[in-house]
Structure formats: C-alpha cells, structure tokens
C-alpha cells in the first residue's frame, strides 16, 4: 500500500547573519571619530514633561503627502481638539505608561498598533531595532516602517534593508535629505567636517530635518530606544510618552505620541530574541561593529566582550531537520506502516517514543484541536510535533525534556504530539508541519500558534524563545 | 643651513579602464529628446557629467569679460556652432593642456569640469598647470563607495579647491526608493535610478553654466569614435542662457589613450581613487562597480602599488652639509664652474645633446617671454648619488629629443655658491631637481613632482606638457 506524500517543505525565509550585542550609548567609541549618539533639543518643553534624549538614527517616517502602504479598518482620532483637551490625552498616556510598565515588548507593540492604526510608524536605522518589526509582525498587525537614508549609509546597511523588506514582505519608507541643504553644506565645508567640527551640523541636515518631515505624517511612531543605551536618563524613558521634541500630523505640542517598546530590555536579552526568532541582521555586527550610523561614523570596536555575541554566531553551525520531501521519510514511513498498521498507541511502534516525561503532556488528536481551538487558555502550551524515528527529534530529546522540568510550575505547559503516519496531513494543514520536529507555541490568548524559527534546540535558546512570547 | 622641504601627496595605485560584463555597468545613455540640427547625437558618459545650480554662489571669481547674454537665436547658434566646428579642427592635433587652457581663457568662470571620481581627476590637474583658476564639480548620488568620497577629500586638498557637489531630489529619490527598493537597478536596469540620482542633478548644474569639461574618450566608445571633438556646442544638455546652442562641452581627452592617462597621473603624483588598487577599472556608484578579474587591465594597479620610491637628497639632510664643506675645501675661493675644473668629484650629465647653463644662461631663459623651443633643465649637484643614478637615463632622454623633437635638454649645476639662487629662483628644494620651461611664459615653470627619473617617466612628462 504506496501513500502519496506531498512535499511542503519549510525554511527559515532569510539565513541569519551574525550579529554582536552592544549597546549603543555605553559602548566605548574611538576616540578618533564622533560617535552620534544622542543629544538634547532644548527649543521645546511641555508642562510636567521632562525633555527626553532622542537616538537620532532611529527616527525616520513617512512625509505629509506619501501614500500609505496599508490601510486598516481603525478609525483614526479625531483630528482637532481643544487646549485643555492636551492635558488630558498627557494624562491618559502616563496611565498607559504605567499600565504597560510590566509588560512586554510584544505587548506593548499590539496596543501602539490597536490604537494608532495606519497613523504610526516603526523608525528603523538598520541596527538591532529589527527587532521592532519582528515584535511588529508577531502581532499579525499590519504596520509601517521608516528609514533615514543620508546617502552616506554604509553599503552593507543599505543591503540589510533590502533583507529587510524581503523578509518580512514590506516597503520601507525611507527619507532622504534635501538636496539644497546637502549641496550648501559640503561645498563650504567639504564631505568630512563632522571630522573637524562635530556631527552636529552634518546631523542636522541628513537626519534630524528629515525625521522632522517624516513625523509632520505621523500621529505616532516607535523607537528602539532603550534605558540601558543611556544610562544617565534611566528613569526618563517610559515605554510610551507624548512627545516631548517633535510634532506630528495635526501640529503642535502633544501632536506626536513617542513609543518605546523595548525600553526596559537590556541589549543582550535583544540579541537572545534575534537569533531565538531567525531575524535577518546587519552584517556589519559580525565585522565587530557594535554601533551602526553613517558609514565615516561607524567603525569596527576593539576585540573585548562587546564582540562576543558577534563570533559567538558567526561561528555556531546550523543544525539540521528531516524535510517532508526526503527520501529517507518514504523509506520510514513505509516501514512504520508496515510494522504499526493503524495503530497509534504508545510503545507498539517499531521505534520506542520519545520525550517521555511527566512533565511532557502528550497529547492526543482530539487534544489538540482542542488546544488548537481555544480563545482564552489556562496558560500557554510549547507543543513540539515529532515523529519518534526522526534522528533530529531524537537528537533534541534531551533539551526538551529539561526544559519541559525547568518549566514545570511556571505557568507554562510542555506538550507533545506524534504527527507522523495518519496524522501527518492533518498536522500539515492545521498545525504549520513542514518537517520534524516542529515546535509551536500556543500564547495564553490568540487562535494562532506562533512557529520556533531557529534550527537551535538547546534548553537555552528554547527558553528565550519560550520567554519573549509568553 | 637647514631648508624647510614640503612634499607633495603620493599617489596610490592606477588601473587601465575596462568594463565587466556581468552586472550592469553605468555606461553610456542616449538622450535624444532634443536634436540639433547638423549635430549628430552621441553617446554621454553621465558618470562625468556634474554641474553647479544656478543659485550657487562660485568659490573663485576672475576678470574675465563673460559672452554677451543675449543673441539673435538664428545668427547666435549658426555662428556658434560654426565658431566651435572650427575651433574643433583647430585643436584636434593639440595637447589636453593647451585645449584646456583655451576652454578656460574662452569661458573664465562661466566653465566647470565635471569630475565623476575616477581618472578624469586628470582634468584637474591639467586645469591647475594651465596656472588659470578653474572650477570643478561632482556628482554625489547618495550611494557612492566611501573610497569615492575619500578621494573628493583629498582631492580637495591637494588643488586647494571646493567642489561643487550635486545632490539628488529628496522627493525623486523617495518616490523611487519606496516604490522600487534600493536595489531596482538589478532588476529592471539602471535607466530610472540614472536619472533621478545622475542626469537630473547633472541638467540643474549645467544650467548655471555656459561650459563644461568632461573626460570623455574616444577609446572608451568605440563605436562612436569619430563622434567626440575636444570642443562642440553640446547637442543634449542646455546652459545658462537655455535653449539650443546654450552650452558649449569640452573634450580635452578625447584622443587620448587610457594608458597614456594613467602614465600622466603617475607621473604628476596625481591622487587618484583606492579602488584601483582593489582592482577597480571602472568607478561609478557602489551598487554597480565591482572589481574585474585578474588580467592585464589589473596591471597598472599592480604595478603602481609595488613601486618603490625613489629617494632623494634634501637640502636639510645632514650629509649635505658634509659633502658642501667638502666641495668648499676642494675648491677654495675658485669662482670657476666650467666643465671638468672641479677636483673632489667629476661633473655628469656630459653629452652633446645636454646644453650646460651657465648663471647668466639659466637666468635669461627665465626671463624670456616667447622662447624657441621649450627646454628640460635638470638642477644637480655631481655628488649626489641620486643624480648620479639618474645621469644614463637623463643623457638617453636627451639623445632620443635631440634634434626632431624641437625640445631642448638642459643641466645647471645648483650647489655651492648658486643654491641659494637656485633656492629662491628655480623652486629648488632637494638634488635633483627636474623643471620644465614651456614654449609660452605665460604658463609657469612647472617641476617635475615624481620620484621616478626614468626615462619612460621623464618623457611621459615631457610629451604632457610640451
């Protein structure tokens, strides 16, 4: 008896490159160029605000007059309000920012969205504040995304944000200086005189009047900043604020509402995320950049520990999987039949099961569809779908079952579903199979199971996959 | 008696020119939307072409009267055109030096060389041995290679000058970045991405202009040999009066060979872009420009960059001062400085093909406003083992433009009692010093720069400037 097995084989969309934990403020600069970090604007101060650094190669968004890439159904806030009216929408976001203080990033980026809609915008300045998009796209949200090109990024910058739309099947909108301020300041002062007299003015004008363009479109936008990037404004970063700098679509104070999602996450739990979810990143990170601006503001950092996380992944070696469409999947699933017939039950398959543990549910068809179903859950289930003759299930056997007993008690249920032999198809079209093992998380509250990226099945990088979603 | 000795910039590595065929090279475009009528249209290396807007303000001012601003438009584009055909035949067998000087005597500050980052930095330095002031501009699209930029700089430095840099429209950059990505150029060619970044800056600058110069040649578009005089009413772009006949495009290069090009930045120590040295030939955006195949156009670059520099002896040096007190004490009081009367070291340089200038002689060819011929004098000292190693190569070239050549070849011995003279009259620096008195005095003298006195480089120099 032949079983006709279609092939749907699935891989990670973009080959991760390597990537170096940094952080951006507290990382030492060479002395011999300016750095561009972060500085003050003074021109503007709200009532009961505090003026706020800004990272200027974060902000970048779309212009008054651009089309949007994506309409939603949200309906966008009322375009006109009175004075008083600024007090209370301030007052209503510091409640949100202490609502939101706990929660993570994944959250936080959900509520920007819900509420802004087709009026908010990612700044993306081709750093690790990919990470922004990956929380962006695991809300299953539509979203934007902007950019800051000064025509003097490094090419390899350039390239990552060509990965990035790619990855993520998206336009960025990016933001160019304007030609007659550029053309003014290179003919009096030559290409390098942030070299000679600081960055500021060069700044100004490729990245800072951009940026305010871009914002005069926007209701809201979203940063990368981060606390541990500036440690001498710690408590001045909320994870959300009225703007205290910059305007947006409708004018003036309080025009402009300031997300920063992963404010209270430190660098290297950032670094954890990227390679846990398989995003695409810089490839200057594995060149020892750990600051990534224009290209004669960049450069590589001495060897020490802020380069560790940049070899450490360069040179860790991809795992492999068993595709659906190998043949070695015929030759054993003809053998399983042969030997199993239909049955399903435990210990009379021609291979012993694996993942057996009392901290592992394993869970039957009817269990999880049931799972599968559910709006509201107890708590959330890591379930991994496996066959018990794949050497690659076997070769993770050990790690899940670890994390399985690390997790036991903390609110997260470890489980198991056998989805070879009749219930391959059903676990293809349901459960996102695309060959063995596949793990999926169910979250607490949503229908749709969230697929674990990375080839990388140690307790460790389970963990960090269990932990950014949870 | 110590003297303060500058150096002039080195150089780094050359290479001869030559496309790749895998990715798209931004070569030649067409632009046929406005013909002219008895002008052929021809093919445009945009990676040359850049100009000043019109609002800019020049860096450089000079005397000159600019041409009348308004003209009947039949008589002022026949006549023009005319002008120019004839001025074309004129110069056709001239040198880049003179068509270059006749460009910026034409045209003052009304003309601009387009500068792309690549060999064409040799217009710049014929424009500064002409001794006229000369603007310069380049086209900065947004995503040229860092290297492209580091020239600029040093480019900037070495001439004293400002370029006049164009930048694209932010809001054509934007529309076509947003729509198509910032790498369209892969897929569907790289004719949107050239206007909006190159040919649309380079029509704002040219309309602040009534000239311009550009590096074309006519081996780099063979199939349009024929097409590209040194001096044209251009047939594609408009100047600042507008309309046809409006502006007036430069060749000074185009009968020349690429090889001959790199000798000549060679020769005058001319920076040139790094990546020629990575094996760059051809050097346009960093997208589209990618090192060739080892091959014979790697060559230059190879050869450039192994070069061992010569050495020279300072005026400072400490065995200067040794061999002087030497000389003095073989000498005495004797104010004699004919041949073979010196006793410590035999003079050099003897051939009948090298005139020996006396003071009085080496003073009055510096004075004279129109000489016979141009003359090669080479300042020396016969103890200085670097104008000893020199001397076979200095007599060889002296035989070879003997006689046909209408070019004279001189020596003057610059030690003892006529340095201080040679110091502050000749541009004597350090033993040897190699100086070149052109035909016309209206242009300076003009020292040889390099380090390299063989007698390929030798007459490389000599057949630049002659």
Avoid at chain 1, 390 to 403: I, K
Avoid at chain 2, 13 to 41: D, H, W, Y
Avoid at chain 2, 310 to 316: D, F, M, P, Q, Y
Wanted: glycine fraction near 6%; aromatic fraction near 8%.
């Amino acid at each position: 008896m032949a079983l006709a097995v279609s092939t749907t084989s699935s891989s990670s969309a973009a080959a991760a490159a390597s990537s170096s934990f940094f952080s951006r403020l507290g990382s030492s600069s060479d002395a011999k160029a300016p750095q561009i970090g972060s500085f003050r604007f003074p021109e503007r101060s709200l009532v009961s605000s505090v003026v706020v650094n800004v990272t200027q190669r974060r902000s970048l968004v779309r212009p008054l007059n651009a089309e949007p890439q994506r309409n939603d159904s949200i309906v966008p806030l009322a375009a006109t309000i009175v004075a008083p009216e600024v007090e209370k929408e301030e007052e209503d976001f510091e409640q949100i920012a202490k609502d939101l203080e706990n929660a993570s990033p994944l959250e936080i980026m959900d509520r920007a969205l819900e509420k802004f809609g087709n009026d908010i915008a990612i700044a993306f300045s081709g750093a690790e504040d990919v990470a922004l998009i990956e929380y962006a796209h695991l809300t299953g949200r539509p979203y934007r995304v902007f950019s800051l090109d000064t025509g003097r990024l490094n090419p390899e910058t350039y390239k990552f944000f060509d990965a990035v739309e790619k990855h993520y099947g998206i336009h960025i909108e990016y933001m160019f200086p304007d030609a007659v301020e550029v053309q003014a300041l290179v003919r009096t002062k030559g290409l390098f005189s942030f070299y000679e007299d600081g960055h500021q003015e060069c700044c100004r004008v490729r990245k800072v009047r951009p940026l305010r363009r871009a914002l005069k479109g926007l209701k809201a936008w979203i940063t990368g900043q981060r606390k541990d990037q500036s440690p001498g404004t710690r408590s001045e970063i909320p994870v959300v604020q009225v703007d205290p700098v910059f305007e947006g679509l409708d004018g003036g104070i309080g025009s402009l509402v300031k997300w920063n999602p992963v404010a209270n996450v430190n660098g290297l739990d950032i670094w954890s995320f990227l390679r846990t979810m398989d995003v695409p990143v810089n490839s200057l990170h594995s060149q020892g950049y750990v600051s990534i601006g224009c290209e004669p503001c960049t450069r590589p950092v001495l060897p020490g520990q802020h380069e560790r996380e940049g070899r450490w992944w360069w040179e860790d070696a991809k795992a492999k999987e068993c595709g659906l469409h190998k043949g070695n999947i015929k030759h054993e699933d003809a053998a399983q039949l042969n030997g199993n017939g239909a049955s399903q039950a435990n210990g009379s398959a021609t291979v012993a099961d694996i993942f057996n543990s009392q901290d592992v549910v394993s869970l039957s068809r009817s269990g999880i569809e049931n799972l599968a179903k559910l709006e509201n859950r107890k708590e959330p289930w890591l379930v991994v779908l496996y066959a018990p003759w794949c050497r690659f299930c076997q070769a993770m056997e050990e790690s899940y079952v670890d994390l399985a007993e690390k997790l036991a008690g903390s609110g997260v249920k470890v489980a198991k579903f056998r989805a070879d032999g009749d219930q391959k198809e059903y676990a293809k079209t349901e459960l996102q199979l695309g060959s063995f093992p596949t793990i999926l998380l169910f979250p607490k509250h949503s229908s749709q199971p969230i697929k674990y990226p990375s080839e990388k099945r140690d307790v460790d990088s389970l963990t960090a996959f269990v932990n950014a979603l949870r | 008696m110590a003297l303060a000795f500058t150096s002039s910039i080195s150089a780094p590595t050359s290479t001869f020119p030559s496309s790749e065929p895998k990715l798209p090279q931004i070569g030649s475009i067409r632009i046929s939307e406005r013909p002219i009528g008895g002008a052929v249209n021809f093919n445009l290396s945009q990676r040359r072409s850049l100009v000043k807007p019109v609002n800019a303000e020049p860096p450089r001012k000079d005397s000159i009267v600019p041409l009348a601003a308004t003209t009947i438009v039949a008589s002022a584009s026949e006549t023009k055109e005319e002008d120019f055909e004839q001025i074309a035949s004129d110069l056709d067998n001239a040198s880049p030096l003179e068509i270059m000087d006749r460009a910026l005597d034409k045209f003052g500050n009304d003309i601009a060389i387009a500068f792309s980052g690549a060999e064409d930095v040799a217009l710049i330095e014929y424009a500064k041995l002409t001794g006229r002031p000369f603007r310069v501009f380049s086209l900065d699209t947004g995503r040229l290679n860092p290297e492209t930029y580091q020239l600029f700089d040093a480019v900037e430095k070495h001439y004293g000058i400002r370029i006049e840099y164009m930048f694209p429209d932010a809001v054509e950059v934007q529309a076509l970045v947003r729509s198509k990505g910032l790498f369209s150029f892969y897929e569907d060619g790289h004719q949107e991405c050239c206007r909006v970044r190159k040919v649309r800056p380079l029509r704002r600058a040219l309309k602040g202009l009534r000239a311009w110069i550009t590096g074309q040649r006519k081996d780099q578009s063979p199939g349009t040999r024929s097409e590209i005089p040194v001096v044209q009413v251009d047939p594609v772009f408009e100047g600042m009066d507008g309309g046809i006949g409006s502006l007036v495009k430069w060749n000074p290069v185009a009968n020349v060979k690429g090889h001959d090009i790199w000798n000549f930045l060679r020769t005058m120590n001319v920076p040139v872009n790094s990546l020629h040295a990575k094996g760059y030939v051809s050097i346009g955006c960093e997208p589209c420009t990618r090192p060739v195949l080892p091959g014979q156009h790697e060559r230059e670059g190879r050869w450039w960059w192994e070069d061992a520099k010569a050495k020279e002896c300072g005026l400072h040096k400490g065995n200067v001062k040794q061999q002087k007190e030497e000389d003095v004490n073989g000498n005495g009081l004797s104010q004699s400085h004919a041949n073979g009367d010196a006793t410590t070291v035999p003079d050099i340089f003897n051939s009948p093909n090298v005139v020996n200038l006396s003071r009085t002689g080496i003073e009055n060819l510096a004075k004279l406003e129109d000489r016979k011929e141009p003359w090669l004098v080479v300042l020396y000292a016969p103890w200085c083992p670097y104008c000893q190693a020199m001397e076979e190569s200095y007599v060889d070239l002296a035989d070879k433009l003997a006689g046909s050549t209408g070019m004279k070849v001189g020596k003057f011995r610059a030690d003892g009692e006529q340095k201080e003279f040679a110091k502050s009259e000749l541009q004597l620096g350090s033993f040897p010093t190699i100086l070149f008195f052109p035909k016309h005095s209206s242009r300076p003298t003009i020292k040889y720069p390099s380090e390299k006195r063989d007698v390929d480089s030798l007459m490389a120099f000599v057949n630049a400037l002659r």
